[in-house]
């Protein structure tokens, strides 16, 4: 338990590495103003290979921040009541199974699936198949500076998909929940900070927080040695690292926390060498909502036994 990490005491005091941008805040605003003003060209296509016959299965297509195209699954039920859930899947991965989406669609729930743009499997017509690009999606744009940064764009297209999935005539925009485990438990915290109607938040240890820490820890570990890689061959004496570390803070996750205000419920693995405990508690410890923390003193970035069931449940209670 902790074997690399701060003692427990703490970790419940933590409140982050990494440097806030003084321009945090306006840096948001400004975004979402400029998703406001993206035309969605929302289009929903019917899953033919996938008939219900309690829902209707969909393929989500919709326009995103610099024009990119994305897409979603998306589950309606015939007889639905009300609630939706918007689901995010890890690092480097890809969206569940239609069949992962079920037990909320039998629910009554409408449940939706992002595909993280760069790291999907399933591509449109109009995208080119092998344009996808592997585990350096944290430092993407680094050089470009903070609007040129890949997750800038997939934090908004988190807001674009709660407010497509909130305006659809059978979901209370006032009861929708999120979830995920790692990237996806950051998007989760990112969509509730971003869209703040979000109603409650599963998070199961969340990626993207708290990256200067992540990297004086020097676990070697990916996703956030992607951080060393980069110093290596973009800055091998360090001279721009006040800069680097700046410039992650806009798409840092702790920063955000302040913004969330659904009740959320963070599972950690305090062995975790992925996604570090610290990490975490820099996030958890910034919520000002409702919140609990369910941790696992022996496990790490693995997956917590009753953690799936629970979460379930919880959706299904607190929507």
Not at 15 to 26: H, I, L, M, S, Y
Not at 72 to 86: M, S, T
Request: one cysteine or more.
């Amino acid at each position: 338990m902790l074997s690399f990490e701060m003692s427990s005491e703490e970790l419940l005091a933590y409140q982050g590495t990494n440097p806030r941008p003084a321009d945090f805040d306006e840096f948001w605003e400004k975004g979402l103003v400029e998703l406001a003003g993206t035309d969605p060209e929302t289009e929903f296509a019917p899953a033919t290979d996938f008939p219900l016959p309690f829902a209707k299965a969909e393929h989500l297509y919709f326009t995103g921040t610099g024009g990119y195209r994305v897409h979603a699954k998306v589950i309606r039920p015939a007889n639905p009541e009300g609630p939706a859930v918007l689901m995010f899947h890890g690092y480097g991965g890809e969206q569940p199974n239609w069949v992962d989406l079920l037990p909320y669609a039998a629910r009554g729930f409408t449940v939706a699936a992002l595909d993280v743009r760069e790291q999907v499997g399933y591509r449109s017509d109009t995208q080119q198949p092998n344009s996808f690009s592997l585990r350096n999606h944290l430092v993407e744009g680094l050089d470009g500076g903070p609007e040129a940064l890949l997750y800038r764009h997939v934090f908004l297209d988190t807001r674009r998909l709660a407010d497509i999935i909130g305006a659809l005539p059978e979901v209370d925009a006032a009861r929708i929940g999120t979830t995920g485990w790692s990237q996806g438990g950051g998007l989760s915290l990112v969509t509730a900070a971003l869209t703040p109607t979000i109603k409650y938040t599963a998070s199961v240890f969340p990626f993207l927080a708290d990256y200067q820490r992540a990297w004086e820890l020097n676990l070697d570990k990916g996703p956030y040695n992607e951080i060393t890689t980069w110093f290596k061959k973009r800055d091998p004496r360090h001279l721009r690292e006040q800069e680097v570390f700046t410039t992650l803070g806009y798409i840092d996750l702790q920063h955000l926390a302040g913004r969330v205000r659904a009740e959320v419920t963070l599972y950690s693995g305090l062995e975790d060498q992925t996604c570090p405990p610290s990490t975490q508690y820099a996030v958890y410890n910034k919520l000002t909502g409702p919140k609990q923390h369910r941790t696992y003193p022996d496990l790490g970035h693995d997956d917590l036994p009753g953690a799936h069931d629970e979460i379930f449940q919880l959706l299904s209670q607190k929507l």
